[in-house]
C-alpha cells in the first residue's frame, strides 16, 4: 500500500517520455479470431485485463452495502430518501467523473493490462421500456456514448483495447439481481426489452464499428435463468437454453448488419458457463467466454472450457475472475496462460481489499451505514449530501489506496520466482532499522512467505475461508488485523500457526554482528505458549525465541551476535508454535 498520488505522478511522466520516444500510435489491426486464437494484424494476443466494476453499474457489495441493498435501484432509491432526487443526481454525476480517468488509465496500461473490460448499464445509453415516451421507439442517451468515448480515447493512447460488456440488460438477464440491476426479471418473457438489447447492440455497433482498439463486444453478462424449471433460479442445471441461444443469434445478425470488423463474445447459462443448447456457432469471428471463481486452479476446473475450444475450434476468453487471495489469483493466470487463454480480472476499485485502488471510507460514511442497517440516527440531508459527495472523492484515482500486492501478484509473480522487498530498506551501522511484520517480501508463496489458510476454494470443497482471517493491509494469505501496540504502522500479523514464515530482504551497509528483536503478544487465551526463530542467508540461527503466553501483553525478545553480510541479506522469521501476533522485527549494530 502506498501514497497513489505520487505513484500516479511518477507513472504519468514515463508515459510522457515513452510518448516522445514513440510518437503517434501505430495501428494493430482489429482483434480477430483465428482458429484457437485471438490475433491482431501483427500477432496472437493474449487479453490480460481487468474489469472496471462498479463505475456504470453500482453492485452493493462494492460499496459495503451487502444486507443493505439489494441492486443500484435500490442503492439510488435510498439516497434519494436522503438527499432528494436532485442531488442524487448530482451524486451520480461525480461518481461518474471520478470513476475512472485518464490517469486510470494511463496506471492500468503501467500494470501491464492490455485491455479493460467495460461493465455497461443499458440506462446510460436509451430509457427503460416503461419510461420510452412512444411505444416501440428507442431514445438513444448521450451519456453512456460520451463515457465510453472518453475511455476509448485513453485506451487509444495506451494501447489498450476495450471490450465492451452489457452487464445490467434491459429488463434484467437474471435472477442475481446485484448484477442485473432488476426489481423482476422481464427481459426472457418481454418482446419489447429483448428488442430493445437487440437495438441498443446494433447502436453501439455502429457507433463504434471503424474502433480497431474496440476489442469486443461481450454482448450479454452473466445470464443466470431457469428457462425449463423455475426452481433452478440461475439456470446452472438448464439442458436446454433455446431462449438465450436465440437472443444472442439475434443480437448478431443486427449486429453484422452494421459492422463486420469486431469479435462478438457470447456467455453460457448459470453466470456464464452453462453452454448446455447454445452450440454450434454461428458466426466465424466469435470468442466463447466463461467465468472462474472459488474453485481449485488445476486443469480440471477448466476442462469444459478447453473441450468447447477443441470441439468448435474457436478462442477462449475467461471473461471475469477474482475475489480472492493473491495467491489464488496467481495460480489461476499461471493456469489460464499455460493454455493460453486471455483473462479479465474483477475487480478494479471498490471498497475492500482484494482489489488494485481500494476506495477508503471514513467515519461519517460509517455513520450512514449504521442508519441504512438500523444501527442509527438518521442523518440531516446536508450531513449525507456530504458523506456521500466525499466519497465521490474517495472514487478518483488520486485519493484510492493501491495495492501494490494485487497487480505484482497477476503479472510479475506469473513468470517469477523470485521474491522482492515489499519496502526498499537498508540498515545502517550508526541507526536501528525497524521492520513491520507487515511488511513482508513480495512474491507468491513459497517464495515470499508461506501461510496454511491462503485462498478461499468453497466452490470445490464446500468450505468458505478467506485466506486472509485479518483481511487488512494485503491480499495475501498471511493474515493481518489492526495493531493496538503504540509502536506500529497500523498492522500486525496475526493467527500465526506452526509451520508458516515470513521473508524480509534488507540492504546491510556494513558486515558484521548485530542484534535482532521482534515484538510480540500471545493471542491465544488457552495459555499456549509461542515460539519462533530466524533463518539468516539459509543458515537457521540456534536461538529461539519464547513468546509469553499471556494473552494480550507485548514484549521484546532479543537475540544478540546476529552475522549481517553487507549487501542483501534474506531474514526468515520462522514460526515453531503459533498463537500470537507480530508487530515488528528491529536491527541494530
Not at 48 to 74: F, H, T
Not at 323 to 345: F, Q
Request: hydrophobic share 35%; with cysteine.
Amino acid at each position: 500500500m502506498i501514497n497513489t498520488h505520487i505513484f500516479i505522478k511518477t507513472i504519468l511522466i514515463g508515459i510522457l517520455i515513452t510518448s516522445s520516444l514513440t510518437g503517434n500510435v501505430q495501428s494493430q489491426g482489429f482483434l480477430r479470431t483465428q482458429g484457437k486464437k485471438i490475433v491482431n494484424n501483427r500477432e496472437e494476443v493474449i487479453l490480460r485485463g481487468i474489469g472496471v466494476g462498479g463505475w456504470m453499474l453500482q453492485e452493493p457489495y462494492m460499496l459495503n452495502l451487502s444486507g443493505i441493498a439489494k441492486n443500484q435501484q435500490d442503492i439510488k432509491a435510498r439516497i434519494i430518501d436522503l438527499i432528494g432526487e436532485e442531488k442524487t443526481q448530482t451524486f451520480y454525476d461525480a461518481w461518474l467523473q471520478n470513476g475512472v480517468t485518464r490517469e486510470d488509465v494511463d496506471f492500468l496500461a503501467s500494470c501491464g493490462f492490455n485491455s479493460i473490460r467495460l461493465p455497461m448499464h443499458y440506462n446510460l445509453f436509451t430509457l427503460p421500456v416503461s419510461k420510452e415516451p412512444v411505444e416501440g421507439r428507442n431514445t438513444w442517451l448521450e451519456k453512456g456514448f460520451a463515457l465510453t468515448d472518453s475511455l476509448l480515447s485513453w485506451c487509444k493512447a495506451n494501447q489498450i483495447y476495450l471490450i465492451l460488456d452489457l452487464h445490467a440488460a434491459p429488463g434484467g438477464q437474471g435472477n442475481d439481481i446485484a448484477i442485473s440491476d432488476a426489481d423482476e426479471i422481464k427481459l426472457w418473457q418481454s418482446e419489447a426489452n429483448k428488442q430493445k438489447m437487440i437495438a441498443l447492440w446494433k447502436k453501439l455497433a455502429e457507433h463504434y464499428v471503424n474502433e480497431e482498439w474496440i476489442g469486443a463486444y461481450d454482448i450479454i453478462n452473466e445470464p443466470n435463468y431457469g428457462f425449463q424449471d423455475p426452481e433452478d433460479k440461475n439456470g446452472l442445471n438448464e439442458k436446454d437454453n433455446a431462449p438465450l441461444r436465440q437472443l444472442m443469434i439475434d443480437i448478431t445478425k443486427a449486429i453484422r448488419e452494421v459492422d463486420k470488423n469486431h469479435i462478438i463474445v457470447i456467455s453460457g447459462n448459470g453466470w456464464g458457463n452453462n453452454y448446455n443448447g447454445i452450440f454450434p456457432l454461428w458466426d466465424n469471428n466469435m470468442v466463447v467466454s466463461f467465468h472462474k471463481y472459488w474453485n481449485y486452479n488445476d486443469e480440471n476446473s477448466i476442462a469444459h472450457a478447453l473441450t468447447n475450444r477443441d470441439t468448435l475450434n474457436a478462442p477462449l476468453w475467461m471473461s471475469e475472475s477474482g475475489e480472492n487471495s493473491n495467491v489464488w489469483h496467481n495460480d489461476a493466470i499461471r493456469l489460464l496462460e499455460k493454455n493460453s487463454i486471455g483473462w479479465a480480472w474483477w475487480t478494479y476499485k471498490k471498497m475492500g481489499l482484494n482489489c488494485p485502488m481500494e476506495i477508503k471510507t471514513d467515519e461519517n460514511y460509517k455513520t450512514l451505514l449504521d442508519y441504512w442497517k438500523g444501527k442509527g440516527e438518521k442523518p440531516s440531508p446536508e450531513e449525507a449530501f456530504q458523506t456521500l459527495m466525499k466519497t465521490t472523492e474517495n472514487y478518483n484515482i488520486k485519493n484510492t489506496i493501491f495495492h501494490k500486492d494485487f497487480t505484482d501478484a497477476l503479472f510479475r509473480q506469473v513468470s517469477s520466482d523470485t521474491a522482492i522487498p515489499f519496502i526498499n530498506r537498508t540498515l545502517s551501522k550508526n541507526k536501528a532499522l525497524t521492520i513491520f511484520a507487515s511488511d513482508y517480501d513480495l512474491g507468491r508463496s513459497g517464495v515470499a512467505y508461506h501461510d496454511t489458510d491462503s485462498a478461499n476454494y468453497r466452490v470445490s470443497n464446500n468450505i468458505h475461508t478467506t485466506g486472509n482471517s485479518g483481511y487488512q493491509y494485503r491480499n495475501d494469505g498471511v493474515d493481518i488485523i489492526k495493531c493496538l501496540d503504540p509502536e506500529n504502522n497500523g498492522h500486525c500479523v496475526s493467527d500465526t500457526k506452526a509451520g508458516e514464515w515470513l521473508q524480509y530482504t534488507v540492504d546491510v551497509e556494513e558486515a558484521g554482528k548485530y542484534t535482532i528483536s521482534v515484538r510480540t503478544s500471545s493471542s491465544d487465551s488457552s495459555g499456549t505458549t509461542g515460539r519462533l526463530h530466524f533463518i539468516i542467508n539459509n543458515l537457521p540461527q540456534k536461538e529461539t525465541i519464547t513468546v509469553s503466553s499471556d494473552a494480550g501483553k507485548w514484549q521484546t525478545s532479543t537475540i544478540n551476535n546476529i552475522s549481517l553480510k553487507k549487501g542483501n541479506n534474506v531474514i526468515r522469521l520462522y514460526i515453531d508454535n503459533g498463537g500470537f501476533d507480530l508487530n515488528w522485527i528491529k536491527l541494530s549494530k
